[in-house]
């Protein structure tokens, strides 16, 4: 039974789909429509290409992108390496080849309107594909941002 995962963050936007993987024309079209839906969405980008997704890689160790390890990092790193494998129904995952699809809106707002929007069109794009929404999770952050999980699963 696969599982997607969006997770929104606002303000600004940025919207991040973990499990899965979607058809190319899902992706194309949640590409189209998000932008769309947000407060500012008059505004143009000018010569600037619109947003797009991307795909991004495990941030399980994000100080190895940095390159500012020290001596004790690097021995606890290679501990917590080889016991980063999930076990999900007798399957071995590694989390450092866990990918997710991530867009961010980054010139742009959403007010309590523009988010319905988007996660009317987030539903609709995953129900083309099959999936059916479980669940919600809604947190307001300390610093103001509000992040929203929405759970699908396909039968």
């Known amino acids: 039974m696969p599982h997607v995962i969006v997770t929104c963050l606002f303000n600004p936007p940025s919207i991040s789909i973990q499990g899965a993987s979607l058809r190319q024309d899902t992706i194309d079209a949640l590409q189209r429509a998000l932008p769309k839906h947000t407060t500012t969405s008059q505004l143009t ?5 619109p947003p797009k997704f ?15 390890k020290k001596e004790q990092e690097k021995e606890t790193d290679a501990t917590t390496a080889v016991s980063a494998a999930l076990i999900v129904r007798d399957r071995v995952q590694n989390l450092e080849e866990y990918t997710s699809l991530k867009i961010e809106l ?12 988007m996660f009317l069109a987030i539903m609709e794009a995953l129900e083309e594909e099959g999936f059916a929404m479980r669940s919600t999770s809604a947190v307001t952050m300390d610093n103001g941002k509000d992040v929203t999980r929405l759970f699908f699963s396909r039968f």
């Open 54 to 68: 991307l795909l991004t890689a495990s941030s399980a160790h994000p100080e190895a992108e940095t390159g500012e």
């Open 45 to 49: 980008y000018g010569r600037q290409e």
């Open 106 to 117: 980054g010139k742009h707002y959403c007010c309590q309107k523009g988010r319905s929007m």
